[in-house]
């Protein structure tokens, strides 16, 4: 395996079992989808909002999960040097990207090929 795909494995799970896996979370919750008995409340209070401020949240939350993956990858670039690293058949990420958090950009990157929602345009 070439390095691009250790950090493309890696990018894949990040975007379908982190990201794609909270947004699709989130359309079920406000389509009131969910039958869990700790769920109904918020699922009847989200209920009472229009379908712009549903979307307003979910751009909220699309843009939350998106910083805090940024920032993770950002931090685990940094703490290489402390001795964390996340490793792939063998080889450290940090090690053969230029950045982990750039890897998340561009139309090369990993929300467009691997997010089903595809990069957040705000």
Known sequence: MNDENELDSFGKILMEGLRDSSIHYFDRLSQGKWKAPALQTLQ???KTFNEEQISIVR???ISSIDTGIHDFLFKLQQQDE???TIVVNGKNLADISDG???????????????????????
């Open 44 to 46: 009847t209070d989200l």
């Open 59 to 61: 751009r909220a939350l």
């Open 82 to 84: 402390e001795g964390i």
């Open 100 to 122: 982990l958090h750039g890897e998340l950009f561009t139309e090369d990157g990993w929300y467009q090929r691997f997010s089903e929602y595809g990069e957040n345009q705000e």
